[in-house]
Structures are given as C-alpha cells and as structure tokens.
C-alpha cells in the first residue's frame, strides 16, 4: 500500500511543469510539407517539438528513440510487458483572432495560451512530468512505460502507422487525448460512396437536372445543396412555385432563381457533425425529396430516388440499422451529394456502427445495394471499433485512480468520434478534458488552465505507477 501523495509530488514540480509546457507550446509545430525532409517528414516545426521533447527525455536518463522522425519513444524500466501513453506534439494551424501570439504561451487568469495548449502539447508535457516522478520516487516497477509520441495526429496518422509498423504494441495504455473520465467505446468508422458512370446518351426530357450539388466533406451534415436544372420556361416556372411552397410547408430557408432559362434552387440545412447526424438537416436528402415529386431525365430521377430511397440517419432504409447496449446506434451521415448531367453521381456517407457489430458485415451489405441499383461501391475509409471492456484490469485501475484524486465516480463514456486511443491495441482515451470544461482545441486563444494541468499530471503519474507495478 502506498501512502504517495501524487498531487504533493506535482506541486513540487510546479513551476518545472509549466517553463516546460511553455517552452513546448513556443515551437510552432505545425505540419509543414514544404519543410519536409526523410528525417523530418512533416516539416520543421514537428521535427523540432520531437528533438525537444526527446532532448528532455534524455536529460532525465530515460531510453529516448526517434523513430526517423514520424514518432518518438521515452522509456522507463524494465519487464515483459508495458504500458503505452500514446500523446502527439503537432498542433493544428493557429487561425486569426488570437488575443496573445498563438506560440507565445502567455500566461493570463491562471491559463497558459497557445495553440496546442489542450490538443495536446499541455497534457504531453504533463504525461512526461508525471513519468519523472515515478521514476525520481524510485518506484518499483514490472512493467516497462512506453511514452509514444506521435507527430501527425491532426492530419494523418502517419505517425502511429509508422510506429507500429516498426516498434512493439503495448500491452495496454491510455492516450490522453479526449475527455475524462475514460472513453472505452468508439464506433466504428467508415467512409463509402455509391458511384455512378455518366451515360454518354442524352435522353430527351421536359426537365433537365444539370448539377446537384450538396456538401463538402463527409463527416460532417450538409448545410447547403443547390441544383440547377433547364427546361421549358413554363414547366421552370411551375417548379419554382413548387419549391416556395414546400420550404414554406417545412419551415425552411432556400431560395430560387430563374435566369436565363436555368433555375437554381437553394435549400439551406443545419449542419452538425457526422456522428450525430440526428442534430442536424441534411440539405441534400431535404432538397432531393422535393425533386423525388417531379420527373427529370431518368439518370437523373434514378439518383433523386436513390436518395431519398437510402440516405437516412439510421440506416434503417440501406437495412444496415443495429445497435448495442454499450455505444448506441449505427449513425449514417450523407455528408457528399453530387450529380452531373452527364449522369456521373456520388452518394458518399460516413458511417459510424455499434462496437459490437461487424463492419464487414455492413460494407457487405452496402455491396448489395451498390449492384441491385448500378452503382460501384467504393470504401474509402474504415477504421475498426475501440472497445475495452468495463470489468477489464485497465478500466478498473483508471477509475480507481479516477476516483481517488478527483472524488467521482467516473462514467464510462462511449462515443461515435475517433480518438487517438483507437490506434492502441488494448487502450483507452484517459483526460484531459475534464468534464464541464470549454473545448477550446482547435479554436482560437486555446488554452490550458494552470489548475487543471497539476491534477491531469497528478492522475497520470498515477495511473502510470498503478498500471506497471504489477507483472500482469
Ligand atoms: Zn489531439
């Protein structure tokens, strides 16, 4: 039994933590190609954070490797088995608007300001600090501690693919890159397309469908899709009425102009990100089910059903609907529209299905719904569920640690977004936010709150001691 008190250990080092996390945060580690060289593949700015950050590793005799530059290892003791503390150093571009220099890491109202403060620079160099101290306690371990650092989270995990293409798995670990208290579920993820082949015929057609065009990127819920269509002045006309009357019938925004014998129609939807679907109106499928009541050329009235016949939210209507207990429903999200009078068309959705069900299984079927409607089906993405079970040894030792230093029961948390946890083979997302806070990664005047930096590192150190002490 031990009587540390790993919160007393963190004060100590207090003002250690916090030059370091601000001599971090000024190196601007930012993915940068036109930088990039075989030892630093994503630029400068990365390469630098990484030499820092193993600089430092070597400063307090722990095992330092830079794994040609995509990733680095600080290790502590010695055993069979391991713990993984999987962090990353690149940080998204800074923006504008910022009130301090976003590398800077100014100090105001007990926060450190700058980019990568919380995502995920603060918690990495609160990570290392609390592998400092378990290791300056002298504490008897039976595990190795692998802290991992990654080096292309924000963009394409090259970093981890990298890394464990060339260096061991860990046993178990935890990535402190999303929320307290743990994340132990994530869906899984992926991206398809239905894809159509322009005809090169051109069938004779009262109404003409020229472009549909709805949405940007598929995570996230078109807000927007317009069309354009040709026809007979009077039969345009007609449509336009049409139209005004159903936004007014739904009670919603859009807009149609007839110029030049070609009328645009504009439907605005609310956006929300893919895995919640639910939260937000897909423009696409809204404005599609208004064409669904008039007839185009039959490439064009052949795409309109199918998406109407096939996009919902729940995939109800593609038959790939399931569920489970512990992370909810299967979500689709028709994030990509696209139609060309030539007939090419795209219906690209993000996937995000329960951690029990198989996505082989899924794909499978959306093979099926591809052939019986002429399209070809292409994955472009798929990345498996992240599920460790609530009774596992790993779960059980954070919530211990959890409770202890913050008094709270922690909740396990399943979600439908991906974490960096994913890329562990027995891992969870363990912090840093904790709950209630603002998410300010990613937005300008990012910040790290002093107070929250302490205790993350205290859990950590912790967790870390509680997790390789024992053999198993
Ligand atoms: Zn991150």
Same mark, same amino acid.
């Given at each position: 039994?031990?009587?540390?008190?790993?919160?007393?250990?963190?004060?100590?080092?207090?003002?250690?933590?916090?030059?370091?996390?601000?001599?971090?945060?000024?190196?601007?580690?930012?993915?940068?190609?036109?930088?990039?060289?075989?030892?630093?593949?994503?630029?400068?700015?990365?390469?630098?954070?990484?030499?820092?950050?193993?600089?430092?590793?070597?400063?307090?005799?722990?095992?330092?490797?830079?794994?040609?530059?995509?990733?680095? /290892?600080?290790?502590?003791?010695?055993?069979?088995?391991?713990?993984?503390?999987?962090?990353? /150093?690149?940080?998204?571009?800074?923006?504008?608007?910022?009130?301090?220099?976003?590398?800077?890491?100014?100090?105001?109202?007990?926060?450190?300001?700058?980019?990568?403060?919380?995502?995920?620079?603060?918690?990495?160099?609160?990570?290392?600090?609390?592998?400092?101290?378990?290791?300056? /306690?002298?504490?008897?371990?039976?595990?190795?501690?692998?802290?991992?650092?990654?080096?292309?989270?924000?963009?394409?995990?090259?970093?981890?693919?990298?890394?464990?293409?060339?260096?061991?798995?860990?046993?178990?670990?935890?990535?402190?890159?999303?929320?307290?208290?743990?994340?132990?579920?994530?869906?899984?993820?992926?991206?398809?397309?239905?894809?159509?082949?322009?005809?090169?015929?051109?069938?004779?057609?009262? !109404?003409?469908?020229?472009?549909?065009?709805?949405?940007?990127?598929?995570?996230?819920?078109?807000?927007?899709?317009?069309?354009?269509?040709?026809?007979?002045?009077?039969?345009?006309?007609?449509?336009?009425?049409?139209?005004?009357?159903?936004?007014?019938?739904?009670?919603?925004?859009?807009?149609?102009?007839?110029?030049?014998?070609?009328?645009?129609?504009?439907?605005?939807?609310?956006?929300?990100?893919?895995?919640?679907?639910?939260?937000?109106?897909?423009?696409?499928?809204?404005?599609?089910?208004?064409?669904?009541?008039?007839?185009?050329?039959?490439?064009?009235?052949?795409?309109?059903?199918?998406?109407?016949?096939?996009?919902?939210?729940?995939?109800? /209507? !593609?038959?790939?609907?399931?569920?489970?207990?512990?992370?909810?429903?299967?979500?689709?999200?028709?994030?990509?529209?696209?139609?060309?009078?030539?007939?090419?068309?795209?219906?690209? !959705?993000?996937?995000?299905?329960?951690?029990?069900?198989?996505?082989?299984?899924?794909?499978?079927?959306?093979?099926?719904?591809?052939?019986?409607?002429?399209?070809?089906?292409?994955?472009?993405?798929?990345?498996?569920?992240?599920?460790?079970?609530?009774?596992?040894?790993?779960?059980?030792?954070?919530?211990?640690?959890?409770?202890?230093?913050?008094?709270?029961?922690?909740?396990?948390?399943?979600?439908?977004?991906?974490?960096?946890?994913?890329?562990?083979?027995?891992?969870?997302?363990?912090?840093?936010?904790?709950?209630?806070?603002?998410?300010?990664?990613?937005?300008?005047?990012?910040?790290?709150?002093?107070?929250?930096?302490?205790?993350?590192?205290?859990?950590?150190?912790?967790?870390?001691?509680?997790?390789?002490?024992?053999?198993?």
């Amino acid at each position: 039994m031990t009587t540390i008190n790993w919160f007393h250990e963190v004060e100590k080092r207090k003002d250690l933590l916090i030059e370091q996390t601000q001599e971090f945060l000024r190196i601007a580690s930012v993915l940068d190609e036109s930088t990039a060289t075989k030892q630093a593949p994503f630029g400068e700015g990365v390469a630098s954070a990484l030499a820092y950050l193993l600089q430092k590793g070597e400063e307090n005799q722990f095992f330092v490797k830079n794994v040609d530059g995509y990733a680095g /290892l600080i290790q502590h003791g010695e055993g069979e088995n391991s713990v993984g503390v999987l962090c990353h /150093l690149d940080v998204v571009p800074a923006g504008k608007g910022w009130t301090s220099s976003p590398f800077s890491a100014d100090i105001r109202e007990n926060r450190i300001y700058a980019r990568g403060a919380i995502d995920n620079k603060g918690p990495t160099m609160a990570a290392f600090v609390a592998l400092m101290i378990v290791k300056e /306690l002298e504490l008897p371990l039976q595990k190795r501690v692998q802290m991992i650092i990654g080096t292309d989270e924000e963009s394409n995990w090259r970093c981890v693919d990298y890394y464990f293409k060339h260096e061991e798995m860990p046993t178990i670990g935890f990535a402190p890159d999303a929320d307290f208290p743990i994340i132990h579920a994530e869906k899984g993820i992926t991206d398809v397309s239905f894809n159509w082949k322009g005809k090169e015929k051109i069938e004779a057609s009262r !109404l003409r469908l020229q472009r549909f065009d709805a949405g940007e990127r598929l995570n996230m819920v078109p807000d927007h899709a317009s069309v354009k269509i040709v026809g007979e002045l009077g039969e345009l006309e007609q449509l336009e009425k049409n139209f005004h009357q159903y936004i007014l019938e739904i009670n919603q925004n859009g807009s149609a102009t007839l110029d030049n014998g070609t009328l645009n129609l504009e439907f605005e939807g609310i956006s929300a990100h893919g895995s919640t679907p639910e939260n937000g109106l897909n423009a696409g499928v809204y404005l599609a089910q208004f064409l669904a009541n008039h007839s185009f050329q039959s490439a064009a009235n052949d795409f309109i059903t199918f998406v109407v016949e096939h996009c919902d939210f729940d995939g109800k /209507l !593609l038959q790939i609907n399931t569920r489970d207990e512990v992370s909810g429903p299967l979500t689709i999200n028709a994030g990509l529209l696209q139609f060309d009078q030539s007939g090419e068309a795209k219906a690209g !959705l993000n996937i995000r299905y329960p951690v029990t069900a198989s996505g082989e299984d899924c794909i499978e079927k959306l093979q099926g719904v591809a052939k019986r409607n002429g399209a070809s089906l292409i994955v472009h993405d798929h990345m498996g569920p992240n599920y460790v079970e609530g009774d596992h040894p790993l779960i059980k030792t954070l919530q211990n640690v959890y409770e202890r230093q913050i008094g709270e029961e922690p909740e396990l948390l399943a979600i439908g977004g991906g974490t960096y946890a994913r890329s562990l083979k027995t891992g969870v997302a363990f912090g840093p936010m904790f709950p209630g806070r603002e998410d300010v990664a990613h937005k300008k005047d990012e910040y790290i709150d002093i107070d929250d930096l302490l205790k993350m590192t205290a859990i950590y150190a912790e967790a870390i001691y509680e997790l390789a002490k024992d053999k198993e």
